[in-house]
């Protein structure tokens, strides 16, 4: 069965520093998305991305964040300075709705902002 | 915006009883709701879901009703088992917004053999 992959698993970074997240979506998906969960809480919406570009984010998506398809298999989510707060499981998930099918998530990296 | 309330939070029940996770939420206008099951330590996965233009919906030991006029929607496992052990999350959505779900708080459920 097809997955979603994201790498690294685990990321421990300082406060204030960059982080990228990658993952690789299912190959024949055409949306993709971020959520993260911080621990114990629920899952949170961050954004989606649809034909090169954003088209919906959370409130939660601030300046501080980015995504990119910097080609035809990466999908990444780029945090600029990072926070404390920043520190969460975040899950990348693509579907294609033209196939009716779910959103698939990916195994999540967890990110420890110390 | 779109807030989904679920209950309870934990959830023990014994092998072979019934399972029962309910959810509500605000914006009438969600007419998408996954579940998703979430084992210690792994990626959320879809166990079922339901549009709104269905009131109930079964897979095998799994099922969910949906009343669009109360604005909520119910988990139903029969026959738990062992590995029904997990966090379930409710969500709402919109089909021509696939994936900007709104999740629930989750619900620990433990099945004691």
């Known amino acids: 069965e097809p997955e979603v992959t994201q790498t690294p698993s685990h990321q421990v970074t300082q406060m204030g520093q960059e982080v990228i997240l990658r993952c690789v979506p299912i190959?024949?998906?055409?949306?993709f998305y971020w959520y993260r969960q911080i621990l114990g809480q629920k899952v949170e919406f961050l954004v989606s991305?649809?034909?090169?570009?954003?088209?919906?984010k959370s409130e939660i998506f601030d300046d501080q964040f980015s995504v990119e398809r910097p080609d035809g298999s990466n999908f990444t989510l780029k945090i600029r300075s990072t926070k404390l707060e920043d520190s969460a499981m975040y899950f990348c998930a693509s579907s294609d709705p033209t196939m009716n099918t779910e959103a698939f998530f990916g195994q999540g990296t967890r990110l420890t902002v110390v | 915006g779109e807030n989904v309330e679920q209950h309870p939070s934990t959830l023990s029940v014994q092998e072979g009883d019934s399972a029962v996770i309910k959810c509500t939420y605000s914006?009438?206008?969600?007419?998408?709701f996954p579940w998703y099951k979430q084992e210690l330590g792994k990626r959320p996965q879809l166990i079922i879901d339901i549009r709104s233009n269905v009131g109930e919906k079964k897979d095998q030991r799994i099922a969910v009703t949906l009343n669009k006029t109360a604005k909520h929607f119910s988990l139903h496992i029969t026959e738990t088992q062992p590995e029904d052990s997990a966090v379930y999350f409710c969500a709402a959505g919109l089909t021509d917004s696939w994936g900007k779900f709104q999740f629930g708080a989750g619900t620990q459920v433990v099945v004691t053999p």
């Open positions: 991305f649809y034909n090169n570009e954003i088209s919906e």
């Open positions: 190959s024949n998906h055409l949306y």
């Open positions: 914006d009438s206008a969600s007419n998408y």
